[in-house]
Nanobody
Framework: QVRLVESGGGLVQTGDSLRLSCTASGRIFGPFAMGWFRQAPGKDREFVAGVSGSGASTAYVDSVQGRFTISRDNAKNTITMYLQMNALRPEDTAVYLC????????????????????WGQGTQVTVSS
């Protein structure tokens, strides 16, 4: 099994920044692609950003392009993924979840929720106006 644990959420004001972290451990044989999703109350879970296993390729939903930056650190036994969120807006308010596209080594970033096999519990981000 793979365990994903998010941290870094909180309550901030419009224009502020936050940095989310996701630590992955367990049955990880290689640097698989990972991503951040978010889910606001009453809305579907949506793809926010993804990073390839090597870290060389990234992808973003249009609404966060230029404001959010995804990155990762592939240590020997633990992988950590980050989401730097700048210029936050009230519409960014959601539970943010990290996910792993287990077994996917390619540089293409998949955005579909069913492609991701493992999920964290999520961390709440609230942006006040």
């Amino acid at each position: 099994q793979v365990r994903l644990v998010e941290s870094g959420g909180g309550l901030v004001q419009t224009g502020d920044s936050l940095r989310l972290s996701c630590t992955a451990s367990g049955r990880i044989f290689g640097p698989f692609a990972m991503g951040w999703f978010r889910q606001a109350p009453g809305k579907d879970r949506e793809f926010v950003a993804g990073v390839s296993g090597s870290g060389a390729s990234t992808a973003y939903v249009d609404s966060v392009q230029g404001r959010f930056t995804i990155s990762r650190d592939n240590a020997k036994n633990t992988i950590t993924m980050y989401l730097q969120m700048n210029a936050l807006r009230p519409e960014d308010t959601a539970v943010y979840l990290c996910a792993m596209d287990w077994g996917h080594y390619g540089e293409d970033i998949r955005r579909s929720r069913p492609e991701y096999d493992y999920w964290g519990q999520g961390t709440q981000v609230t942006v006040s106006s």
